[in-house]
């Protein structure tokens, strides 16, 4: 349905004129907070709420950078829905959605030549999806695998060069699944010998039967935290999804956890940095995010205190143990082999995620 | 009318006027902003009753509800079972003196938020934890056992933190029971247990039933314990309110989720009121 026959229906109108209200309530309440403010209002996942990261910019900038945590891409949108226009500034959001906040008319194009472009892994520009119309709306900064995090003392590092392994009788209850169904449905894929580019409701049944499997062998399904902790404290010895994320910011104190891109492939996450068209503050938002994208600030939300991944500068400024760790020099392997997040239509994305339950509630 | 009749009837009114503000700002309106979501289509904004459909007709989310329902009731039983002699023991038993550190002492766990509870409480039952430690080192088992990310799991969380908030109720209920009720059943010749079968426990179900009903409630909305202690092997309602919302951000179906999670709280209550004619009391 078009905007336009949305907003003459009765229902609508009633249900966005107490959204309004309930959202101008909220704002009212939170009015003190905001006024104090500060310069710079980003929403961001979590790993770019660590002060190493941030305060060096607060500081080379005289500028408080404000920032609200959210998870997945519906939830922020439903933030900024219900926010006044200009409230936020810059936005992390799945390079694979940045399309959906420039449909509703939310991004501000960015000034390629004013980006480190030419420094990136070529694979992770995205540019499939951050770059709409011609224009470029987001700026991958960091990227990672879903793929099989493991203990390497518990299992046969050989093992986990095949995504068979994690249906086989051998690892039966050692078997960890992250929580979030477009990574680990990419997984499945890669594992019946499908592209995750080209998945259709055809490919549904199958699918499902390899997620069934999997969670045959599974004692948990978990996110981020559980799944982390899971892996850390040996109550699995093997994560489906989990890549250099889980692993990486762990090795200090378990050296043996480590990550694999079996022969069928991983999936390629991605995160992009955007900014809102409705930005009071525009001149600061690009400054961030050249900012992030700097050899400096790579390096810094790479190393993140809430999970670690690859900067997607060439250039981050990373110690040679933190490349050691991240597996740096392999990134060019990893890519040729890597396959992009799914990306499903709305309808798609809908049998998916009621797939994802099905397996959920399997026992 | 005398202006004196006119102040009288409007002091009522303006002292209760800042609770209904609030009820009204912070309970009906984002109520019935709910409610119309429910009733709309993702991504459109026209009508439908889809988003109730799908509950009925999709298995997986019917089984959520189920799921909910027998975790709410095993955590209420439970915690009933277990919280009724601590109450007693902390009512009859422990000196007068005693009772406000025992109640402190019952009250610390609601000192601790869910999530650090919950961790803790996967530290303790996972595989490596307290509990197999101990089985395993005393050679009582020779495999750890299967008791974090289960149903079990979920089940200790909730009753770790709802027993407390019962035996306060019925601790309550017991300390209003005059003890001429008792003396009188004695005198009539009744022992101890058919005292307390026929005279105690009868006067101390109101009680019960609103710690039970507050367990209820708490219980069948709680997002956090299943989702760190049960592993996700099974989906409860409020998991499910949540998986609509992350990546896809379909308010209306997770409103409708919530309106039928609210509606079967409702028929708990209407249950719990016409039962014990509560709302008489």
Known sequence: ?363 | MSSAGNNGRALPWALVTPALGWTLLFFVLPFIAMGLSSLTVHEGGSFTLSNYSQFFTNPSYWQAMVNSLQVTAIVTVVSVLLAYPFAWILAEQVPERWQRLALMLAVLPFWTSYVVRSYSWLLVLAQNGVINRALTGSALITEPLQLANTRFATVTGFVHFFVMLLTLTIFANLKQLSPSYRKAAADLGAGPVRTFLHVVLPLTLPGIMVGAFLTFVLCIGDYITPQILGGNNELLMPQLVMMQIGRRGDFPLASALAIILMAVVTVAYLACARWLKIERA
């Open chain 1, 1 to 363: 349905m078009s905007m336009k026959s949305a907003s003459m229906n009765p229902l609508s109108i009633l249900k966005s004129r107490l959204r309004t209200a309930c959202a101008a309530t909220a704002l009212l309440l939170a009015a003190g907070g905001i006024a104090q403010a500060a310069d710079l209002n980003a929403l961001i996942w979590c790993d770019h709420s660590d002060p190493a990261l941030l305060q060096p910019f607060e500081q080379a900038n005289n500028v408080k950078v404000n920032v609200k945590e959210f998870e997945g891409t519906g939830a922020g949108l439903a933030i900024v829905e219900q926010s006044q226009p200009g409230d936020w500034d810059v936005m992390v959001i799945d390079s694979i959605d940045v399309p959906r906040g420039v449909e509703k008319g939310l991004f501000e194009p960015l000034p390629e030549d004013k980006l480190p472009l030419a420094d990136m892994f070529p694979q992770v520009k995205m540019d499939g999806s951050t770059v709409v119309g011609g224009k470029r709306y987001g700026i991958t900064e960091k990227f990672g695998y879903n793929t099989i995090g493991y203990n390497k003392t518990k299992v046969d590092p050989a093992d986990m060069q095949s995504l068979a392994s994690l249906t086989s009788d051998k690892y039966k209850g050692k078997v960890a699944i992250y929580d979030y169904y477009l990574p680990v449905i990419g997984m499945a894929a890669l594992a019946i010998g499908k592209k995750t580019a080209d998945l259709t409701e055809a490919d549904l049944p199958a699918l499902k039967a390899e997620l069934l499997k999997m969670k045959a062998n599974a004692k948990l399904v978990g996110e981020v935290t559980a799944s982390q902790t899971a892996l850390a404290t040996g109550e699995v010895d093997i994560l489906v999804g989990g890549g250099e994320w889980v692993t990486a910011g762990l090795a200090k104190e378990n050296p043996a956890l480590d990550f694999s891109i079996p022969k069928e492939g991983a999936v390629l996450w991605s995160q992009s940095l955007a900014m809102f068209k409705d930005s009071k503050n525009k001149d600061m938002a690009l400054k961030f995010i050249q900012y992030i994208m700097s050899p400096e600030g790579q390096a810094r939300l790479a190393t993140s205190s809430c999970y670690w991944g690859m900067p997607s500068n060439t250039k981050a400024a990373l110690t040679d143990d933190q490349k050691k760790v991240l597996r740096f020099d392999e990134q060019p392997e990893f890519l040729a082999r890597a396959q992009a997040y799914p990306a499903p239509n709305a309808d798609l994305d809908k049998k998916m995620q009621d797939m994802w339950t099905e397996m959920l509630q399997a026992k």
